[in-house]
Every structure is written in C-alpha cells, then in structure tokens.
C-alpha cells in the first residue's frame, strides 16, 4: 500500500514538473529593431571580399562588419547583411551599412570603418562603447539580385540587395507550391534544379513583410561571371 501511493505522489510530481516545463517560456531573439549595447573597434576592410559580398562598395561610405550573434540574428545565416544600422558613440551618431562579418566580436560589437568610427568616437582610443540599432535603410528604387558565377538552371545562388530592410527569407515558385532556397553565410539564397524560364520569388524581411517578384530565366549552363538582374519590387515601409 506505501508503494502505491507513493508512486501515484511521484508520478503526480512527475505531471507537475512536465506541467511547469511546457509554461517556461523558449527564449527568443530580441525584437529586431531593439537596441543593442556593446563595444566598437574600426578597421579598414569590408570594401571588397567582405563576408556579406556586397562590394564593390564606394570607398567613401560608411560600414561595419558585425559580431557573429546579430550577423545570424535569429538563427538565420546573414541575416542582416546589406542591414543598415543606427550607432551611437561617445562623440555623436551616424549610420553604417553592414558588409562583412565580424568573427572574434562579442555579442553586439562592430567593427566599423574609420570614417563612422571618427564620427562618434575618439580614434586614439581604438574602442569605445556604443549602442546601435537596425534602421529603415536610405535606399530608392527597387531590389536589384544579384546572380553568382558558376549559377545555371541546375544550380543558382542569388542575392537582394537594394533593400529597405534586412531579407530574411526567399521562396521560388515551382509545381505548384512555394519552395525555400536556403540562405548562406556569403548571403545568397541557393537553389537546384529551377530550369529555364523566368520564374517567381516570395521574398520576406525582418517585419515579416513578404513581396512577390519574377526573375528572368537563369543560364542553360553555368555563368562565368556574376552578372546582376533589376528588381520589380520594394518591401512596403
């Protein structure tokens, strides 16, 4: 009988632990246009070959390469590459255009070009704390993909740039039914086996804002060069 009633204790304990479990919240991304604070350094790189492959890049603007966490922001690969962010330092604020990955950065932390870092911090210092934000980006028109070397009807890998915020996601249309092209740390979205023809894209940002656009026909065989298609859309602001 102490048996008993001791596995019906335990196994009311079991239910109640289970229970408590499931209402323990996931922990989730911060909202993606929260603020975050960190640090800064400055460095001369991510005009050209930049993680992002973004380039080429006028030399006079303003960029970051960005801390692996906000870089993948929410478990999706570059996810905020061609982001636009608003910094505040010390000595004022400006915007940068995110291009490159910051690999050794802590959570938050960029690495900004000289000519935004002189903008809100002492240079001398070489790392000053801040605090930045994602913005609506500073663009006009609409997107324009760019289309890898090597892409085909068999294999393609295509990129949005000229967006107003950061691209997320990228479905195209085949059979019947939207399929998911994966995106990667270089920040193009792969797909395999598209054919020939022009064909139909669903494309959503960071807000959950979804745009439909048509691609003209990919390469019977594999380009040699990149080579740079106009878009027909823009994300709603």
């Known amino acids: 009988m102490k048996r008993s009633i001791s596995a019906k204790r335990l196994g009311a304990v079991l239910i109640t632990m289970i229970t408590i479990g499931l209402c323990i919240p996931v922990a989730a991304s911060a909202e993606w246009d929260s ?19 973004l380039d080429p890049i006028p030399s006079d603007m303003e960029i970051t390469a960005l801390n692996p966490t906000d870089y993948n922001y929410a478990g999706v690969k570059a996810a905020l590459a061609g982001a636009y962010l608003e910094v505040e330092g ?3 604020k400006t915007v940068v255009y995110v291009t490159d990955k910051y690999p050794e950065g802590a959570d938050g932390a960029l690495d900004l070009s000289p000519n935004a870092f002189a903008k809100i911090g002492d240079m001398l210092a070489g790392k000053i704390d801040i605090r930045w934000h994602v913005i609506k980006g500073p663009v ?3 997107f324009t993909y760019r289309i ?15 967006h107003n ?9 085949k059979d019947g039914e939207w399929i ?7 920040n193009h979205f792969i797909g395999t086996n598209m054919g020939l023809g022009a ?12 745009v439909t656009d048509t691609i003209s026909s990919l390469p019977e ?9 106009p878009g027909n859309v823009q994300f709603p602001d």
């Open 165 to 173: 915020y950061p691209v997320m996601k990228m479905e195209y249309y």
């Open 199 to 210: 064909f139909q894209v669903r494309i959503t940002d960071i807000r959950g804002n979804t």
């Open 148 to 162: 890898k070397e090597g892409s085909s009807q068999w294999w393609a890998a295509i990129q949005v740039r000229n």
């Open 35 to 53: 603020w975050r604070s960190s640090y800064a350094t400055y460095t001369g790189s991510g005009y050209s070959g930049g993680n992002a492959l």
């Open 140 to 142: 006009e028109g609409n």
């Open 221 to 229: 065989n594999g380009t040699s060069e990149v080579y740079f298609v």
């Open 90 to 92: 010390p000595n004022g």
């Open 180 to 186: 998911n092209l994966e995106k990667t740390e270089y």
